[in-house]
C-alpha cells in the first residue's frame, strides 16, 4: 500500500504507480497537510499483512512528524519516504503561476525550510524511528524493495532537488 502526502512529487508518482487496486492507495485531495505519516501507520495497523510506504512531503512531514513516535510506539513497521526538497515548492509553482510582484522578484517568502535545514535523520532517531538518508534511485529501489521485511518503523530521508533558478 501507498500512502501519498508529497503534493509536487505526487503527479509523478501516481504516473508512475498502479493505482486501481482499491485501499492499495490512499492520497487526499485538498484540505490540510500532515496526515500521510498517521495514516501510514494506520492503515499498517489496520492491514498488517500489507506493506506500507508513506510518501510525504517535507513541508508535508512537518505537520505530521508525531505520527513517527506513535510508529515507534506501537514498533509498526511501516516505512515512511520523507521527499526532501528543503522548500514549499508547490507554493513557490503556484506564486509563479499566478505573478505578481513576489513572482517577478523570485522573492519566496516563508517557502523555505532552511536555516535551518531540516534534518530528518536525527528527527526520526529522537523520535524512536531509525532513518537514513538516500541520494540515489537505485538506492531508494533497494529500500522500498524491502519494506515488507521491516520490523520496525524506518525513514528514509530522500534528497530532492530544490526548485531550480531557471524554473523561478
Not at 19 to 44: K, Q
Not at 59 to 69: D, I, N, P, S, V
Not at 80 to 92: D, F, P, S, W
Request: charged content about 20%.
Amino acid at each position: 500500500m501507498v500512502v501519498e502526502e508529497a503534493i509536487t512529487l505526487g503527479l509523478p508518482l501516481r504516473r508512475a504507480l498502479r493505482i486501481d487496486r482499491p485501499g492499495h492507495y490512499l492520497h487526499t485531495i485538498g484540505g490540510g497537510l500532515g496526515w500521510g505519516i498517521g495514516a501510514a501507520v494506520g492503515a499498517r495497523l489496520g492491514r498488517p499483512d500489507l506493506p506500507v510506504v508513506a510518501v510525504v512531503g517535507d513541508g508535508c512531514a512537518t505537520f505530521g512528524m508525531h505520527g513517527l513516535w506513535t510508529a515507534a510506539h506501537q514498533r509498526t513497521p511501516v516505512l515512511v519516504v520523507v521527499a526532501n526538497n528543503g522548500e514549499y515548492r508547490t507554493l513557490k509553482q503556484t506564486t509563479l503561476a499566478h505573478g505578481g510582484a513576489a513572482a517577478r522578484s523570485r522573492t519566496f517568502l516563508g517557502m523555505d525550510l532552511a536555516e535551518p535545514r531540516l534534518d530528518w535523520a536525527s528527527l526520526a532517531t529522537g523520535l524512536g524511528v531509525t532513518a537514513t538518508r538516500v541520494t540515489a534511485a537505485a538506492d531508494l529501489a533497494a529500500v522500498v524493495a524491502e519494506a515488507d521485511r521491516l520490523s520496525a518503523p524506518l525513514l528514509v530521508d530522500l534528497a530532492v532537488a530544490p526548485l531550480a533558478e531557471d524554473e523561478r
